[in-house]
Nanobody
């Protein structure tokens, strides 16, 4: 599976952005993959942002983004999105999409469990 993230940019605090992650899943069905977004701010560890389980409407969010960010997928387009509203300067980071077809719910927020990663897209929120 190859993942291509896009949609990052510069936005003022309080604004919105939508990130996209397009997947090519040769020989596999994208709907069988759990997909997630992680982010890494300068000088900080990578952290979990949101995930959407395969063949399910089940989603999971980090506490810091709950109520502001929404992850959703369009399996027909092999794409997962992250709608980010009410952005804050502390949301500034490189955002990565990830996917795996063997994730169990217990580890859905654990980046080490994902085999496939996109290249990252930079989100900068100005105050």
């Amino acid at each position: 599976v190859q993942l291509q993230a896009s949609g990052g940019g510069l936005v003022q605090a309080g604004g919105s952005l939508r990130l996209s992650c397009a997947a090519s899943a040769s020989g596999r069905t994208f709907s069988e993959y759990t997909t997630a977004w992680f982010r890494q701010a300068p000088g900080k560890e990578r952290e979990f942002v949101a995930a959407a389980r395969w063949r399910s409407s089940s989603t999971s969010y980090a506490g810091s983004v709950k109520g502001r960010f929404t992850i959703y997928r369009d399996d027909a387009k092999n794409t997962v999105y992250l709608q980010m509203n009410s952005l804050k300067p502390e949301d500034t980071a490189v955002y990565f999409c990830a996917a795996d077809n063997r994730i169990i719910t217990t580890y859905i927020q654990d980046g080490s469990q994902y085999d496939y990663w996109g290249q990252g897209t930079l989100v900068t929120v100005s105050s």
